[in-house]
């Protein structure tokens, strides 16, 4: 078993992209008093230069966030922030006065924020009120990410929205403009209000580069306002407003918004009920402008099969097209074969995703009756998601329930899955799937390009709300590794190196592209490492690259986090 804290200790000491930085991530570490911090004091007081704090996955109360801020003060150099999920078990009350010592430590210091990430600690509105005096500082005129994914936020969304507009003015009249690059904020019940302040600080900046906003009960008055801060941030690439509620009447004015963006990459507007007016509205746009467009998610919008024909045919321009989700809208058999065949006939076929969730229907003329009443569909989608509701914050909206796959009635061949895997195709190979998938592959299950391939493919159709697909993908994967590490041609850091590339951490020397979704490989990696086939000498590769910054894995954090616990566990 390896010592956790000899390569934490390591982890401390080394450079990642030039980067100094003190990492206690995922320890489990209680932090109550002073005395309790002081492994954390001295380690930050003993690291010369130290520009960043990695404290995820530990619990930090009042007076060991006073010692922590102590030594902060002496450390001008500081830079990033990373403090997700260090309040866990803690009351409420208690979580105000550490994040306010935290911040008063950094701004003695003078120190200068370029990144600050608190999420998934639930503070809700007074956590926000606690690190507005650091928002509004010079400490943060330089920030650059910002991250409070998972926070509970509700209105503290407005008052975070006046901090970033008071911190812009403030720093442009010291001559040193905020230009803030990156801004996540799902998973906190902002709605409406929320998102139109921040909206208006948003175009207040106009320099983000990435807006991440997912599941937040936002409807189509808030989607207007938020279109209209895309429209004047010109250096967008990644837009994430996945699982709000768009209809007809959001996705037109964010259509238009979008379409001279030269550098956005990534739109996600899956689950946002953006309908057909709105995927025409958008193919349009997509048509005229976005030409370094890599990734589009319109699935389960309630698009029918006119408009995303228009969708599949806006592709053709989109040379860096690397995928195209419309999964779970309404086209029928023939609509999917004809978009198929338009995706082959621009030669963009592998982009396309799985339609396995398809609704089956390629009826177009109930669609002027659906968006008739946009209230009432509102009504009628709650009651057959799941409802969400806090009085407090008066939160009205749905999260939406995943689809479950179905299994097909005709048996499935492992050829037939490994072509173009899904859920349910998975499911339809019967009982022990594991043991067709190793007979189609052979002897290849000992080649490391084969096995990994294979590997990613089946963990690409995890899905997380269906146990039945969790454990056939965990039983396929334990056959396929356990024989591939068991080699004695194997080296195990070149295959632990392949799954950095595959999760885009790393470069690979060959033309394989990241996955476009990392949740299935992360869910399924956190898996693997605990098998008694894993070799535990590459666990500190996984951890020091996983402990980067990346944005396409930093935006599903709880599968992170999950991996690296159960790395240091090890």
Known sequence: MADVSAVTAQLAKASVDQLIEVSFIGKGLKLDSEDDARDVVAAIQSCEGMQSLLLSGNTVGVKAAEAIAKALETKPEFERARWSDMFTGRL?????????????????????????????????????????????????????EMRFNNNGLGIGGKIMAEALITCYKNSSRAGKPLSLRVFVAGRNRLENPGAIALAEAFKTIGTLEEI??????????????????VEHSHNLRILNLNDNTFTAEGAVPMAKAIRN???????????????????????????????????LNLSFGEIKREAAVKVAESMDTKHHIKLLDLNGNSFGEEGIELIQSIMESNNHIDALGSLSDDEGSDDDDSEDEEEEDDEEDEVEDAEEGTEVKDPNLQVRGTAISPKQPTTPAVPITAGEFLTFPTSSKLLAMGANPADKILRELGDEVYEESVAVKTFVKIASVTVLTNNDVKNAVNQCSDAILGKLFSSQKCKAESVINSFLVHLGLIKGEDKCRPVGDPTGLLCTLEHVVRQDYFPRRTAPILIAFLSRPCAAIDSHITAKHQVMQALHQL
């Not at 937040?216 to 306002?225: F, P, V």
């Open 92 to 144: 409420r009350s208690e979580i105000p006065p550490a994040l306010r010592s935290l911040g008063a430590g950094i701004m003695k210091a003078g120190a200068h924020l370029v990144e600050l990430d608190l999420s998934d600690n639930a503070f809700g509105p007074d956590g926000v009120k606690a690190v507005k005096e650091l928002l509004e500082s010079p400490s943060c005129y330089t920030l650059r």
């Open 261 to 295: 963006l030269f550098k956005l990459e990534v739109i996600n507007f899956g689950d946002c009920l953006v309908r057909s007016e709105g995927a025409s509205a958008i193919a349009e746009s997509l048509m005229e402008g976005v030409p370094n467009l890599k990734e």
């Open 212 to 229: 991440a906003m997912p599941q937040n009960g936002i409807n189509h008055e808030g989607i207007t306002a938020l279109a209209d801060a």
